[in-house]
């Protein structure tokens, strides 16, 4: 078993370290921030990741928290980073902390292996890998293994991965950080330091282009006639292309896509290249959660002291990752339009992300009195809602489904005027 330490107690920290103990590692998480290293020492998990806490719980006697560089490193074979990698201004990734983390090494004297989690634009490893050297630390190996798992089922993703990709300078750093994985059943990919780092911005860009594709094509279907949850069902089908990331909606949001997203733009732009469809991939987006005002207007006319509550503020379900959420563009341009914002969310703080909303404890809270809602995030408890309870609360019974959650032909018998994205009108 080995001894490993993680930089950054954050949703990919955690979770690493939490399923790397319970593989039988000894595991030493390590962040700067004392009231979360605090609150991990106590048991509590300062993020909502599903099973997370329970995880942790079992593994309490492999798992210490630390806000000192030297007990994380003292015998580690093991330097995960994982610390955030947010964008610029310029759209570049913000790599300080992994310098930070760099930096922080040099006082390891034993071998050990720099292991790159955090998504970093590629050449990231050549760099860091240069500046280990120019410090003398020529002990220290390096090796990319980016992070697949999604918010919500990182657990599940972790133990059961469509992959595992490492990438790495010398064969074995490549084969050590393998071996870490024994137990965990899935395809290894052994590759170089660049193509790894590529792999995972690839892998995402992948992802949004086919949420920016049918979107476009729901837009399409909206001018039509057509229905865009029928004709993904029919694409999807397809064995050549398969029914993932083929839900229409108002646009994709979240810690990582909006960023990597640009970093891969910006390093491209960098490199000389213009990435035309990456480009054309990130607009669709922005437009799509524009697109919603749009659909208000067509019922409400001007929105001016009008009454919109928004349903779900986290990116999606299953976790309370707020960051870049099209509900933050949502309620900024509503309230810029006049409107008066209401929104419940079970998990996520309103209070803390969006001041200018009323926070409400429960849906129909939320949906008392008002002249519109949009269901941003498709939390399992909105298919379970009332809706003829919720028009008889509103004072105009419209709904713009901005995830084609519910079925439009309940939502009319319950009284609602349903708008969803890319569906034939009722
Ligand atoms: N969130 C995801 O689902 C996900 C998935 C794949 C990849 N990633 C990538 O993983 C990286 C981490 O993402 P995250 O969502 O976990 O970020 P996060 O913001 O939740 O956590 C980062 C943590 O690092 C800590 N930190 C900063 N400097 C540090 C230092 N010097 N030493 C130790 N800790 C330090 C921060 O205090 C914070 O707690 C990013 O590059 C992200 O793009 C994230």
């Known amino acids: 078993m080995s001894r490993v330490a993680v930089f950054g107690a954050g949703y990919v920290g955690l979770v690493t370290g939490a399923c790397f103990a319970d593989l039988g590692h000894e595991v030493v998480v390590r962040d700067v921030l004392p009231d979360r290293i605090d609150a991990l020492r106590r048991g509590e998990v300062p993020i909502f990741e599903p099973g997370l806490d329970e995880l942790l719980a079992r593994n309490a006697e492999r798992l210490t928290f630390t806000l000192d560089v030297a007990e994380a490193v ?6 995960y980073v994982a610390v955030g990698t947010p964008p610029t201004y310029s759209g570049d990734a913000d790599l300080s902390a992994v310098w930070t983390v760099v930096d922080e090494l040099q006082g390891v004297e034993q071998p050990a292996v720099v292991v790159m989690k955090s998504t970093v634009p590629v050449g990231t490893g050549a760099k860091v890998r240069h500046r280990l050297d120019e410090r003398g630390l020529t002990h220290i190996g390096y090796a990319s293994n980016p992070e697949f798992t999604a918010e919500g089922t990182a657990i599940r993703d972790f133990r059961h991965p469509d992959r595992i990709v490492i990438g790495a300078f010398d064969l074995v750093d490549g084969d050590a950080v393998e071996e870490l994985h024994r137990g965990i059943e899935g395809p290894i990919v052994r590759c170089d330091v660049a193509s790894a780092e590529m792999i995972k911005l690839a892998a995402n860009a992948a992802l949004m282009t086919r949420i920016s594709f049918i979107n476009e094509i729901a837009n399409v279907c909206e001018a039509t006639g057509a229905d865009v949850v029928r004709v993904a069902e029919g694409v999807g089908l397809d064995r050549r292309i398969g029914p993932s ?15 990597d997203s640009l970093a891969l733009k910006q390093l491209a732009a960098n490199s000389g290249y213009h990435f035309q469809l990456l480009n054309a991939v990130i607009e669709v987006n922005e437009l799509q959660k524009r697109r919603v005002i749009g659909k208000l207007k067509q019922h409400l006319g001007s929105l001016r002291g009008k009454s919109v509550a928004l349903l779900g503020l986290a990116f999606k379900p299953n976790t309370d990752d707020t960051r870049e959420a099209p509900s933050l563009v949502l309620a900024g341009r509503l309230v810029a339009e006049g409107a008066d914002v209401r929104a419940w969310d079970p998990v996520a703080d309103g209070r803390a992300i969006l001041p200018q909303a009323t926070i409400h404890d429960s849906p129909l809270e939320a949906l008392d009195g008002a002249d519109a809602a949009v269901l941003v995030t498709e939390w399992p408890e909105l298919v379970e809602l009332d809706w003829a309870e919720a028009a008889r609360r509103m004072r105009n019974a419209l709904l713009v489904d901005g995830r084609n959650l519910l079925d ?18 009722g």
Request: with cysteine; hydrophobic share 40%; net charge neutral.
């Open 74 to 79: 003292r015998d580690a074979e093991f330097l």
């Open 245 to 259: 990331f083929l839900r229409a909606g108002i646009g994709y949001g979240g810690s990582c896509f909006p960023k």
């Open 408 to 425: 439009p032909e309940e939502l009319r018998s319950a009284g609602f005027a349903y708008e969803g994205i890319g569906r034939a009108a």
